[in-house]
């Protein structure tokens, strides 16, 4: 009687039953698509081939697909006509006009990632969960889509398009369809269009920032979205050359930006945003005596400008997603899958400009991302590694939400606007030479984020040497080497035991320079180099080091890699590397005076950061070791690099580089406070 007496009338009118059909097969059946169903036969798929996208999506594979309703498209052709762009909201005015075939092909590969031989299509339940976070995988467009979500969180929105409530993980045989109300668009527009249209049509928000750059040169540099003779050279099919390897197919350029907010300088000059000149701010930072080593004359362009150095600390060159601006995957207690919070976690990149060093944070207990923070946490041998308190002069700069809409869907940038003064002064600089500065191999090269690569889809990359092509502006790859990244599985997976799971490496008669960051302030540094010392296809490599790439000195003798704490793994079996290394007892004076054995011979062991688990963590692990490589005086202003070279002559052996640390002596060498494990 319960049950017969408590009915529900449910809408079926807009459901989908699935029937075996093909992506292509349901538009065709479904006529409120048949618009975009005519643009994908009348779309090819790439411009050296005939094959159209109705075609593909009549075929296997594993595609997500975004389809505007007639509706929709319409609605698109009466905006190109409101913003001038045709003289009728029709497909023949765009003939008319020439711009037929880059519309249709704007329209049909915005709507559409091609997922993979091996990937699956995309449920909305796939779709990230950060605020106005990126789907891993580009369109076929080659730009990543944007997801952001309402205060309905029924309401999902991609590229700003809203997703039809009923018409979404619609399940076809090669694929799935999420019908949107508006059309997926991505945006063509670079961050130096963005700079011309805001400061050219006066529009608030980011005024002053956008102005500021313009005014000291840097629109541009800002324009440059890829490399299109490299993606000749791809297209070509070049790659099969080489080894038989995969090698990026692409390469982009990208930024962030980080600018004031027009609500901050209008605070802090006490007049409308529109009215504030670069002469203000100028007089505005030399009022707070900040860069007191540059000038202070009208020609801001000049590298040693104060408005410059001011200007290009808010650039970096490499273009970070809301959600990978730092990067999480196996920190301890870490679940890829759920993401939530836990050990604080750091990325330092270079800026643009003068190279200084930028420190990304974020922690369980920051809420939110900050720029150049620095808590106090618990580092003890038994602690957390959590944030216990942060001060207020080491609380860092918040970094706001991206913009979003097509203001802030670039194809070569993100833009995070401020609401507090991002400088790069003294004071930073001595708390930057404080600490342990650990960068992690992948971070060193922006290509490697800017191209995807890094935790990317790819399991395997390698880069081409530089005979071929540059491919990293700041690695020198010799002919016999073969330089390559490997994430160590997908990027929902915590990958090998390694500082985020990837590793970079050379195989061959390996011979590279890495560039190295810059260091924050003048003094004796630990340069440290960390591996997995897992089995014996590592090699032996002589280092070397200093500032002039072409007269690097040695240092010291051979870096043998198959070296690890306990063992040392040969071709001919394995054997004792006699480094003293012993597994952590309850015993806290032991285990220190382990570390400083291990110390003696130049050895660490690995950090205690990243971890397959909840105890397995780096210092567990006797084949996670660090080598101390380098003892030596830097200067911030100086430009250092480093170089590898093969000892054997054996095609197989590698090069593994996971991380390096800078470490100053007042941290490796501080009689009241040990460094930390961590």
Same mark, same amino acid.
């Given at each position: 009687m319960l049950l017969s007496g408590c009915r529900e009338t449910v809408d079926t009118t807009a459901r989908y039953v699935y029937q075996n059909y093909t992506i292509s097969d349901y538009l065709r059946r479904h006529t409120q698509y048949s618009t975009y169903y005519d643009l994908l036969f009348q779309t090819p798929v790439s411009p050296i081939t005939q094959t159209n996208v109705?075609?593909?999506? $009549?075929?296997?594979?594993?595609? %997500?697909?975004? /389809? /505007?309703?007639?509706? *929709?498209?319409?609605?698109?052709?009466?905006?190109?006509?409101?913003?001038? #762009?045709?003289?009728?909201?029709?497909?023949?005015?765009?003939?008319?006009?020439?711009?037929?075939?880059?519309?249709?092909?704007?329209?049909v590969m915005s709507s559409i990632i091609d997922c993979g031989d091996h990937a699956e299509a995309l449920m909305t339940a796939d779709f990230p969960i950060a605020?106005? *976070?990126? #789907?891993?995988?580009?369109?076929? =467009?080659?730009?990543k889509l944007t997801v952001s979500y309402g205060d309905d969180p029924e309401t999902i929105l991609v590229n700003? $398009?809203?997703i039809h409530r009923l018409n979404r993980d619609i399940p076809a045989s090669n694929g799935f369809i999420h019908a949107v109300d508006s059309v997926v668009l991505s945006n063509t527009n670079t961050l130096g269009d963005l700079i011309t249209d805001v400061v050219s049509k006066r529009r608030e928000g980011i005024y002053v920032s956008c102005l500021l750059a313009q005014t000291v040169g840097l629109r541009d540099s800002l324009l440059k979205a890829e490399d299109d003779a490299y993606r000749l050279l791809y297209l070509s099919g070049h790659d099969k050359d080489f080894h038989g390897h995969d090698m990026p197919s692409h390469r982009r350029y990208g930024y962030t930006f980080f600018p004031e907010s027009d609500a901050f300088w209008s605070q802090a000059l006490g007049r409308p945003a529109l009215e504030i000149t670069p002469r203000d701010v100028v007089d505005y930072l030399d009022g707070l005596g900040l860069y007191p080593e540059a000038s202070r004359g009208d020609d801001y362009a000049d590298e040693g400008n104060l408005l410059y150095q001011f200007v290009t600390y808010h650039l970096l060159p490499v273009r970070l997603?809301?959600?990978? #601006?730092?990067?999480?995957?196996?920190?301890?207690?870490?679940?890829? !899958?759920?993401? %939530?919070? @836990?050990?604080?976690?750091?990325? =330092?990149?270079?800026?643009? +400009?003068? &190279?200084?060093?930028?420190?990304?944070?974020?922690?369980?207990?920051?809420?939110?991302?900050?720029?150049? &923070?620095? /808590?106090?946490?618990?580092?003890?041998? &038994?602690? %957390?590694?959590?944030?216990? $308190?942060?001060p207020s002069d080491g609380? +860092?700069?918040?970094?706001?939400?991206?913009? @979003? +809409?097509?203001?802030?869907?670039?194809?070569?940038?993100?833009?995070? /606007?401020?609401?507090?003064?991002?400088?790069?002064?003294?004071r930073l600089q001595e708390k930057l030479g404080s600490e342990r500065i650990r960068f992690d191999a992948a971070a060193m090269f922006p290509e490697l984020t800017n191209n995807d690569v890094r935790l990317g889809t790819a399991r395997y990359t390698y880069f081409p040497p530089d005979r071929d092509y540059k491919y990293l502006d700041d690695a020198w790859v010799g002919e016999g080497s073969m330089l390559g990244y490997n994430t160590g599985g997908t990027y929902s997976e915590k990958g090998f035991i390694t500082y985020y799971g990837d590793e970079m490496a050379s195989q061959g008669f390996?011979?590279?320079?890495?560039?190295?960051?810059?260091?924050?302030?003048?003094?004796?540094?630990? #340069?440290?180099?960390g591996i997995t010392a897992a089995d014996s296809n590592r090699g032996i490599y002589q280092f070397y080091w200093g500032s002039s790439p072409d007269r690097l000195r040695p240092m010291g003798i051979p870096l043998d890699l198959r070296m690890g704490g306990l063992y040392f793994d040969t071709p001919n079996g394995t054997y004792p590397s006699n480094m003293g290394w012993q597994e952590d007892t309850d015993d806290e004076d032991y285990n220190s005076e382990i570390d400083k054995f291990l110390r003696n011979h130049g050895f660490m062991k690995g950090a205690n950061i990243y971890s !397959? +688990?909840? !105890? %397995?963590?780096?210092?567990?692990?006797?084949?996670?070791?660090?080598?101390?490589?380098?003892?030596?005086?830097?200067?911030?202003?100086?430009?250092?690099?480093?170089?590898?070279?093969?000892?054997?002559?054996?095609?197989? &052996?590698?090069?593994?580089?996971?991380y390096m640390e800078y470490c100053p002596k007042e941290v490796y060498d501080n009689p009241e406070t040990p460094e930390d494990i961590w």
């Open positions: 109705g075609q593909l999506l $009549s075929a296997r594979g594993h595609y %997500t697909v975004f /389809p /505007p309703t007639n509706d *929709a498209i319409q609605a698109y052709l009466l905006k190109l006509q409101a913003d001038g #762009i045709i003289a009728e909201p029709t497909w023949d005015a765009l003939a008319q006009n020439g711009k037929l075939d880059s519309i249709r092909s704007l329209v605020q106005n *976070a990126e #789907i891993v995988r580009p369109n076929m =467009y080659d730009r700003g $398009s809203p997603a809301a959600d990978r #601006i730092v990067q999480h995957r196996n920190e301890v207690g870490f679940n890829p !899958t759920i993401r %939530t919070l @836990t050990v604080a976690m750091a990325e =330092y990149y270079v800026s643009m +400009g003068q &190279r200084r060093l930028m420190k990304l944070y974020e922690s369980a207990e920051s809420g939110g991302v900050f720029i150049n &923070r620095f /808590p106090v946490l618990d580092s003890g041998r &038994r602690g %957390t590694y959590h944030e216990l $308190s942060c609380e +860092g700069v918040r970094i706001g939400a991206a913009l @979003t +809409g097509q203001a802030g869907n670039l194809s070569n940038a993100m833009v995070y /606007p401020l609401d507090e003064l991002l400088v790069y002064d003294q390996t011979d590279v320079i890495f560039r190295l960051p810059p260091v924050p302030r003048e003094g004796l540094y630990e #340069i440290r180099y !397959t +688990g909840e !105890t %397995t963590t780096g210092r567990s692990v006797q084949s996670q070791v660090r080598r101390i490589i380098v003892r030596e005086y830097m200067k911030p202003d100086e430009t250092y690099y480093i170089r590898f070279k093969s000892c054997l002559d054996y095609l197989d &052996r590698y090069l593994v580089l996971d």
